[in-house]
Antibody, heavy 117, light 111 residues
Framework: EVQLVESGGGLVKPGGSLRLSCAAS????????MNWVRQAPGKGLEWVSS????????YYADSVKGRFTISRDNAKNSLYLQMNSLRAEDTAVYYC??????????WGQGTLVTVSS | QSVLTQPPSVSAAPGQKVTISCSGS????????VSWYQQLPGTAPKLLIY???KRPSGIPDRFSGSKSGTSATLGITGLQTGDEADYYC????????????FGGGTKLTVL
């Protein structure tokens, strides 16, 4: 069974940093690209970042480019999102999701990031 | 403002059929597969439809998808109260500004 478990969310002040983690199991993690997708309270889904299976290709939404860094450790079956210079508008539930050709097929339960003073 | 356009809400009675539209452009829907996701209250999104019209294992055939040009449609027949949820379309985008794009979501109410 595919499982994606996010952790690392919490309350942080504007300008602060946070590192999210996603532990993957139930599939060959090193064979799949992965995404981070976020959802602000009461709002829709917003793609944040993608990383290819071997980390060769990395993409970011304009809204986080230069502030967030996606990475992965295939030996640990883990995906990460380093978030710096956090803003109030980054407040959201952050989902780790598995990418497959043309779709995103499995999602974690999400971790809440709140940016507030 | 989402890249893909969906109606904010739709409603229908139990047992009826409903369709949800998703409109995009040639840089996204027009040249890529479309997926649909169901998000029940308080839960993570779940894949309903991929590659425009394919259903993952375990998704009932009451759910269907189609695509024409730069638009896609999700259909749900035999509506049940348990179908009340937010539905999102999603696809890849070949423009420089985004890699994956979603619609703004449609709230389905089963009256």
């Amino acid at each position: 069974e595919v499982q994606l478990v996010e952790s690392g969310g919490g309350l942080v002040k504007p300008g602060g940093s946070l590192r999210l983690s996603c532990a993957a199991s139930g599939f060959t993690f090193s064979s799949y690209s992965m995404n981070w997708v976020r959802q602000a309270p009461g709002k829709g889904l917003e793609w944040v970042s993608s990383i290819s299976s071997s980390s060769s290709y990395i993409y970011y939404a304009d809204s986080v480019k230069g502030r967030f860094t996606i990475s992965r450790d295939n030996a640990k079956n883990s995906l990460y999102l380093q978030m710096n210079s956090l803003r109030a508008e980054d407040t959201a539930v952050y989902y780790c999701a598995r990418a497959r050709t043309g779709t995103t097929d499995y999602w974690g339960q999400g971790t809440l990031v709140t940016v507030s003073s | 403002q989402s890249v893909l356009t969906q109606p904010p809400s739709v409603s229908a009675a139990p047992g009826q059929k409903v369709t949800i539209s998703c409109s995009g452009s040639s840089s996204n829907i027009g040249n890529n597969y479309v997926s649909w996701y169901q998000q029940l209250p308080g839960t993570a999104p779940k894949l309903l439809i991929y590659d425009n019209n394919k259903r993952p294992s375990g998704i009932p055939d009451r759910f269907s998808g189609s695509k024409s040009g730069t638009s896609a449609t999700l259909g749900i027949t035999g509506l049940q109260t348990g179908d009340e949820a937010d539905y999102y379309c999603g696809t890849w985008d070949s423009s420089l500004s985004a890699h994956v794009v979603f619609g703004g979501g449609t709230k389905l109410t089963v009256l």
